[in-house]
């Protein structure tokens, strides 16, 4: 089975060589376009020259400065789970990103079922909805006319923004911007040269940071002291993406992690960064005979499970393992003669119990 790098990867490659650097002076060209435009958007922003429609409940916003991966849809379970459990009414605005639903907007899931697959409304929110039964989430891409809608409907206390740093449409009461300590701004370039949706001075909007991944990371001192130089006073969590079982995609099953060890598998997924995956895996014992990268939030057909199980065999493994993200975009067929795991995982800050507190009374505030 060929591998498919993500984009960022090969723009890391060519970054290598001359000719490489040369061949990137288009992308260079743009990210200076795009840099003037991000910037003057959020300066008429702050201005009051555009506006952001305020809603009567409080919203906390999940988000990140970089394009991929770095742990929001773990962040946005962890705090509506904590936020339900006080008593909260909560709600979830996600983007839907790939899903195929053509309204406006569209309820993924209410208080008492989901509605729709991870097909029409994206793996995200199926996923969330899946892992967060009462709590509804509100798909749309218009964020500002989801949060109305679910205000009107759900009547929430608290509203949960996820990936919507840059939506500024919609006005929040909490920043949180959640980094991924292994690969926090990516090669410092802004899209399209790189992974950066905004400069690194978009930073000073937080109110809260977040570090995942802090336990793959070698030195976080770097990224805390770039935090510092643009926000010196907004709460430090320190997080890790905690295995917490194996299921099974079959029958649905879960195990203890234990039960992994000594097994042989073939890991695949479809997310952004795959290689901490493929860590953790080897972190529970199992010996992995191969790793099969797709395109992030990818689509797989019975087609692709035909292959994936073929080289699997081909490998000598005798399970194929995945995300929970990935598990959700392969449930309308039927699955090949070879066991599909998933590896479930869950956010687990590292911070100790003050610094914890502290940025907790951030992102409630005295309103709720």
């Known amino acids: 089975m060929k591998i498919r790098k993500p984009a960022i990867e090969i723009v890391q490659a060519l970054e290598e060589h001359w000719w490489g650097k040369v061949m990137l002076l288009p992308l260079s060209m743009a990210s200076c376009v795009f840099y003037p435009l ?16 305020k809603l009567k409940c409080r919203v906390i916003c999940v988000g990140n400065i970089t394009s991929g991966g770095t742990g929001k849809t773990p962040t946005v379970r962890l705090l509506a789970d904590k936020l339900q459990k006080q008593g909260l009414r909560v709600v979830i605005l996600s983007r839907g990103y790939k899903g195929n639903l053509k309204g406006k907007l569209e309820v993924a899931a209410d208080e008492k079922k989901i509605l729709h697959s991870a097909a029409e409304v994206g793996d995200e ?7 967060l039964p009462g ?14 809608y679910a205000s009107l409907r759900f009547k929430p206390q608290v509203i949960i923004l996820d990936d919507g740093y840059q939506h500024l449409k919609l006005a929040r009461q909490v920043n949180i911007m959640v980094i991924d300590a292994t690969n926090p701004f990516g090669n410092r370039c802004l899209l399209p040269r790189g992974t950066l949706r ?3 001075s978009a930073l000073s909007r937080a109110q809260v940071f977040l570090l995942t991944k802090t336990d793959l990371a070698k030195d976080v001192s770097a990224v805390v002291d770039t935090l510092r ?4 006073k907004a709460p430090l969590l320190t997080s890790v993406h905690q295995s917490v079982a194996i299921g099974e995609l079959s029958n649905k099953k879960k195990h203890p992690l234990k039960w992994l060890k000594g097994k042989k598998v073939a890991c695949f997924s479809g997310i952004a960064d795959p290689a901490s995956f493929v860590k953790m895996i080897k972190e529970l014992g199992a010996e992995v005979a191969g790793q099969l990268n797709f395109p992030d939030h990818y689509q797989y057909t019975a087609a692709d499970l035909g292959e994936l199980a073929d080289t699997a065999k081909e490998l000598g493994a005798e399970a194929l393992i ?5 598990a959700v975009r392969i449930t309308d067929f039927d699955l090949p003669d070879i066991p599909v795991l998933t590896l479930n995982i869950a956010l687990k800050i590292t911070s100790n119990e003050r610094e914890w507190e502290e940025a907790w009374k951030v992102i409630v505030g005295v309103e709720v």
């Open 229 to 232: 130089r643009y926000n010196p």
């Open 198 to 200: 905004e400069p690194l």
């Open 38 to 53: 991000v910037s003057l958007r959020v300066y008429l922003y702050k201005l009051g020259l555009l506006k952001a429609e």
């Open 322 to 326: 995945t995300t929970e993200k990935d």
């Open 135 to 148: 709590i509804p989430i509100v798909v749309g891409k218009r964020r500002s006319y989801a949060g109305w």
């Open 125 to 131: 929110p199926y996923l969330l909805a899946q892992q």
